[in-house]
């Protein structure tokens, strides 16, 4: 049996816990996705979000995080082209791990998301909820691999 395990000390933890341990407490990350036009790497920081162990990156409508006019996003037009990126681990734990990303495009799912009390941030930067189900990005990340 072979399992994953990094040595801290005298103790060996396993890198899974450690993973899940981050996932529940850090925010920023960099993602590595492959341009939609160019077909090159593009890395962007951006925030995650844990909701009730749903790791999602979504965004406020105005792509600099103020009320106003919704604006496209570089990384949701990649993800939406190749879905494969790198969710790349840079506070508690610095890991690269290889994802997927699955557009929500549900409104009942979005509203459930954007209502969370992990996603108030988002709602404090718009009017109302309905701004942020209607135009926010939103994507949920789904992990490959054995993490």
């Not at 962007?44 to 006019?69: A, D, L, M």
């Not at 919704?70 to 681990?89: G, K, Q």
Request: a positive charge; one cysteine or more.
């Amino acid at each position: 049996m072979s399992q994953l395990a990094i040595e801290k000390g005298n103790y060996f933890v396993d890198i899974k816990t450690k993973v899940r341990d981050a996932l529940q407490n850090d925010r920023t990350i960099d993602i590595i996705t492959i341009g939609a036009k160019t077909g090159l790497p593009r890395r962007i920081e951006i925030w995650f979000t844990n909701v009730n162990g749903r790791i999602i990156i979504c965004g406020t409508p105005n792509s600099k995080g103020t009320k106003g006019q919704y604006s496209p996003r570089d990384w949701l037009a990649n993800l939406r082209v190749h879905p494969e990126f790198t969710f790349c681990r840079k506070e508690s734990l610095q890991i690269e791990l290889p994802a997927t990303a699955v557009e929500i495009v549900d409104r009942e799912d979005r509203r459930y998301l954007m209502s969370a009390p992990e996603t108030k941030w988002y709602r404090d930067q718009v009017d109302s909820i309905d701004e942020l189900v209607d135009k926010s990005p939103i994507i949920e990340v789904f992990f490959r691999g054995k993490t």
